[in-house]
């Protein structure tokens, strides 16, 4: 099974910009990584957080997404 746990978020001053950064566990049968997400704040606090935290998930997701047959056309 593949899970998710959302340590936290915090706004962060880098580059004259407002970045979200996100840090979250995600666990794969019982193994778990620890990931970090990033993405500038354009004026939506929230959404940016959701951006930063599919960011962080994504790399460890998307494998498990596309080895599924319904990703392979014959």
């Not at 910009?17 to 620890?34: D, E, N, W």
């Amino acid at each position: 099974a593949l899970t998710f746990e959302l340590i936290g978020a915090k706004p962060v001053r880098a580059f004259d910009a407002t970045v979200i950064m996100v840090a979250a566990v995600v666990r794969v049968a019982g193994s778990g990584t620890k990931v970090i997400g990033a993405a500038v704040d354009e004026g939506d606090p929230i959404t940016t957080a959701a951006r930063a935290a599919l960011q962080a998930v994504n790399r460890l997701v998307a494998p498990h997404l596309s080895a599924g047959p319904s990703c392979h056309p014959r």
